[in-house]
């Protein structure tokens, strides 16, 4: 049995105390790698941003809001786990500036000025050691490259490639790739089926004979 950390679901960045930067994730792909990963007998920390979804009662949830604190709790939780599969969609720019009152409107343009936040899974496979980490990797062109990219610039094991129309949707189209450059696996269809095969190829390539 592993014990695996599951990262799921947006974040947010506050401008101001009522306004945010998100995106669509539902965190449905989190919680359908969670169940994927309980029904072979894992064991599951999962770190999720706000969705309206019910995750399993019986997994162990860390609730975090903004980039910065799903690293946080995603870095001390991936202590005391052999591997992480980080299927969060995290709010990749935040605001220089975090206005304390609510922004006024003026009628004319607003700018924001905004810096990249954290890459969580890039942060936490710099010194996995022994641990083995899977991303995935949302793409709108030049998919299979620029996921293979992304696999060897955060030094993950395995990258799950999907696209836009994942988000906020039952469904999904993947395809898992491995360091090589190789197509492990492709899988479509509802996510509670596309996540066991993902998790298929994760039990055969990092899980078996690591436990």
């Known amino acids: 049995m592993a014990r695996i950390l599951i990262t799921s679901g947006p974040t947010r960045q506050y401008l101001d105390p009522v306004?945010?930067?998100?995106?669509?994730?539902?965190?449905?792909?989190?919680?359908?790698?969670?169940?994927?990963?309980?029904?072979?007998?894992?064991?599951?920390?999962?770190?999720?941003?706000?969705?309206?979804?019910?995750?399993?009662?019986?997994?162990e949830t860390l609730r975090v809001v903004s980039t910065e604190e799903m690293l946080a709790a995603a870095r001390e939780a991936f202590a005391s786990c052999d591997g992480m599969i980080g299927a969060a969609a995290p709010c990749d720019?935040?605001?220089?500036?975090?206005?304390?009152?609510?922004?006024?409107?003026t009628g004319e343009p607003l700018a924001l000025q905004l810096i990249e936040t954290d890459d969580i899974v890039a942060t936490l496979a710099e010194n996995k050691g022994g641990k083995w980490v899977v991303g995935f990797a949302l793409e709108t062109e030049d998919h299979r490259l620029r996921a293979l990219a992304?696999?060897?610039?955060?030094?993950?094991?395995?990258?799950?490639?999907?696209?836009?129309?994942?988000?906020?949707s039952l469904e999904n189209h993947v395809e898992v790739l491995d360091a090589a450059g190789n197509v492990l696996g492709t899988f479509a269809g509802p996510k509670e089926e596309v996540a066991r095969g993902i998790f298929t190829i994760i039990q055969a390539q990092l899980i078996a004979g690591r436990s």
């Open 93 to 105: 720019y935040r605001p220089v500036r975090v206005e304390e009152g609510k922004i006024a409107k």
């Open 19 to 59: 306004r945010y930067l998100t995106n669509a994730s539902s965190g449905r792909m989190g919680r359908a790698l969670v169940e994927a990963a309980q029904q072979r007998g894992h064991e599951v920390v999962l770190v999720t941003g706000p969705v309206d979804i019910e995750y399993p009662e019986d997994v």
């Open 150 to 168: 992304k696999l060897e610039r955060k030094s993950c094991d395995l990258m799950v490639l999907n696209g836009p129309e994942a988000m906020h």
